[in-house]
């Protein structure tokens, strides 16, 4: 008796589930395929606008730009745009706004690196600690809660009005968002990660390397941007306390002087460097946090 071979291929696990897969597609279309390939969420935000974080300013002064020339914005004011202009061209030339630049990118960018390493320790104290949250957490609330025009008196007292003691204001106004926003996310890292460290028998230094600091790295770059604007926004309140150098010496001049375009100028340049920052650290979070997958992504 001759027995009939079947020719019906045989359909493998893999292959059921591909096939229920495709017949479910027709019937259900708003069920998401992980195929690798993106798709444009209906909820999402949208597509990524490109240099999006210029759109506003660039609005702002279109604004200013049309407003001046109408005449409905009165020059004492605040003055036309162009002559704006002239007036930076004119202080670039004879070199008062690049030496005053560089004098406050100088105190900006030295209180800023001491103030942002600060506010990280101490995050890695409080947070990793009970001892060192009762510690740590307390001081770093009071200073919080002074405001930075109320310390200086004391500082000068204190420090003297040299360069130490505006970068003693301005770094301890920096590592306040570092610290809340660090410590934050520290508090935040999933309990599972921290079973599984102690299960594969990580130290602490292994620990705080490869679980902690990337656990918290979103809350720090939170806290970073924070502090690139507030360490321009204290260097505003510093400079103009017995100041030789610096866009906010520059600004105290032109007030005295009744120069109102060149104290738009001053603020200008704040406004610049201030969003240059941000973009700059928007650009590093995101490169350093590529594996996340989040809304904003």
Do not use: C
């Amino acid at each position: 008796m001759t027995r009939t071979m079947s020719t019906t291929p045989t359909l493998t696990a893999d292959d059921n589930l591909t096939a229920q897969h495709a017949d479910a597609s027709p019937d259900y279309p708003h069920l998401e395929h992980r195929s690798g390939a993106q798709r444009r969420r209906r909820l999402g935000p949208g597509r990524a606008i490109p240099a999006s974080l210029a759109v506003g300013p660039v609005l702002l002064v279109a604004l200013w730009l049309v407003t001046s020339q109408l005449g409905l914005l009165d020059p004492d004011t605040l003055p036309h745009p162009l002559d704006i202009a002239r007036t930076v061209q004119q202080m670039w030339v004879d070199g008062r706004l690049p030496a005053n630049i560089l004098a406050s990118l100088n105190l900006a960018a030295i209180s800023l690196v001491i103030g942002v390493a600060l506010g990280l320790a101490l995050a890695l104290i409080s947070g990793l600690s009970r001892i060192g949250e009762a510690v740590v957490d307390g001081p770093v609330q009071v200073k919080r809660a002074v405001p930075t025009l109320a310390i200086i008196p004391l500082a000068i007292i204190w420090f003297g009005i040299g360069d130490t003691m505006k970068i003693i204001i301005i770094a301890t106004s920096v590592l306040i968002p570092v610290y809340i926003n660090t410590t934050a996310q520290l508090k935040g890292v999933d309990l599972r990660h921290v079973e599984l460290a102690e299960t594969v028998g990580l130290s602490r230094a292994q620990f705080i390397r490869r679980v902690a600091i990337p656990g918290a790295l979103p809350g720090f770059f939170t806290g970073l941007r924070l502090a690139v604007t507030i360490s321009w926004t204290a260097l505003v309140v510093v400079e103009q306390v017995n100041a030789t150098s610096g866009i906010g010496f520059l600004m105290t001049q032109a007030r005295l002087y009744g120069q109102l375009d060149v104290v738009v100028v001053g603020l200008l340049v704040y406004a610049v460097f201030g969003l240059a920052g941000d973009y700059a650290v928007r650009a590093i979070e995101r490169r350093a946090l590529s594996w996340r997958r989040a809304l904003g992504n």
